[in-house]
């Protein structure tokens, strides 16, 4: 939870079970909130791909999605697809995460998501981090596990385009996969957008928000 309005953003904590899973949900708003506050801190863990060609990708291609920030990324070595029986570590690692920083914002995947590392990940995180707001980004894939997001970032048409040549350029390794194109990623990031009178955007899932109405200012 977090109240709106409480204090300034200095702090974002972000997660993703699989390398590229942060830029993919939520790359249009690390551009949009980095290039807004230089020097903002941002934590980053991913649990798998550590050690690999994929882990190179990962630094490169969040070093780029976070211009001017202070970024500090910790890539483990659970195997892809199996979180379940790695459960420990897992916690472990958030824990550990959770005992160095104070963040006023997460970005991690959504509680329901259909694939079992997304969703035990972000099972963790709001177990751990339970005074504090978490947005769960989403990612197309086979499951067709899209809902109806309950909150938005706009994007501008160059945050948008920006975000998809990174992706492409980033992570060769996903390239032949059917999904990862520029179609796919601006098609939703324009839906979105129309949903929330934008021309882009990127959506979240927000499981629960605390709201401090009597000092947030309310625009006409």
Do not use: N
Not at 102 to 119: G, S, V
Request: aromatic residues 6%; negative net charge.
């Amino acid at each position: 939870m977090i109240r709106l309005g409480a204090g300034p953003l200095d702090r974002i904590v972000m997660v993703g079970a699989h390398c590229d899973d942060i830029a993919i949900g939520a790359g249009g708003t690390l551009l949009t909130v980095c290039r807004a506050r230089p020097g903002l801190r941002v934590d980053a863990l991913v649990l798998s791909g550590g050690g690999s060609e994929r882990e190179q990708e990962e630094r490169v291609a969040l070093a780029a999605f976070c211009p001017g920030a202070d970024l500090r990324l910790t890539v483990l070595e659970l195997p892809d697809g199996r979180l379940p029986v790695h459960w420990d570590e897992a916690k472990a690692a958030v824990e550990e995460l959770r005992a160095r920083t104070e963040p006023d914002l997460i970005l991690a995947p959504r509680t329901d998501d259909a694939h079992q590392d997304h969703r035990g990940l972000a099972t963790l995180m709001t177990t751990a981090f339970r005074d504090h707001l978490v947005l769960g980004y989403e990612i197309a894939k086979w499951d067709g596990d899209l809902g109806r997001p309950s909150a938005y970032q706009p994007l501008t048409a160059e945050t948008a385009d920006r975000k998809v040549r990174l992706l492409q350029e980033h992570y060769p390794s996903q390239r032949h996969r059917p999904w990862y194109d520029r179609e796919a990623f601006l098609g939703l990031a324009r839906i979105r957008g129309i949903e929330c009178h934008a021309r882009y955007a990127e959506a979240f899932a927000v499981t629960k928000l605390t709201l401090d109405l009597a000092t947030i200012e309310l625009g006409g």
